[in-house]
């Protein structure tokens, strides 16, 4: 099975993330999508954020209200010992899914700094990644980038629409005392 492997904060899951789960599924060719809750983005402030295992209780009672949707919630990141490189991740579902073909997704906003991730060369080579538009980012140049690095990395840009929703819009909204729950899975 094609598997594309969607991690994050997931902090919280919205409709944003539903519609790129749906994009995967329906669109892109994947059989399934593994949902990744990671404890810690090393990119971000870990003080803002809770705990990682109350952060996949939501996802898993948010996906529970989509049943129609070929996702499987992983708890992988969460049982690793730190530092939790995506390369890792990777390594362990091909070792514990050696049938499965897994593909990393990510926003265009990661594949402009994809360079500074640990092993990203063993990402883009072994397992490549499918990207999403991000407002404001540019990823035909981004990927132009890489590729001048090595000419085999796996990178492709999905035709899929805008996300017009983050997870950082509907904390601040609730912050200010709005009615979040139209975004919410």
Do not use: C
Not at 28 to 45: M, S
Not at 115 to 127: P, S, T
Not at 150 to 156: E, V
């Amino acid at each position: 099975m094609k598997i594309a492997v969607y991690s994050g904060s997931f902090n919280p899951l919205h409709i944003g993330h539903r519609a790129i789960i749906r994009f995967l599924t329906e669109k892109a060719g994947f059989d399934r999508v593994y949902l990744v809750v990671t404890p810690q983005n090393p990119f971000k402030d870990a003080h803002s954020l809770p705990a990682g295992q109350d952060r996949y209780d939501a996802a898993a009672r948010a996906l529970s209200r989509h049943p129609d949707l070929k996702v499987t919630l992983q708890d992988i990141e969460l049982r690793m010992p730190p530092p939790q490189y995506t390369i890792h991740t990777l390594d362990a579902f091909r070792e514990r899914e050696p049938w499965n073909d897994f593909t990393l997704v990510i926003g265009a906003d990661n594949l402009a700094h994809f360079m500074g991730w640990r092993f990203h060369e063993r990402i883009l080579l072994e397992y490549g990644v499918v990207v999403f538009p991000r407002k404001g980012y540019h990823r035909g140049h981004d990927k132009a980038r890489l590729l001048k690095e090595h000419p085999d990395y796996r990178i492709t840009l999905l035709k899929a629409p805008l996300v017009n929703i983050s997870s950082t819009e509907i904390r601040k909204g609730l912050e200010e005392g709005r009615d979040m729950t139209k975004w919410l899975m």
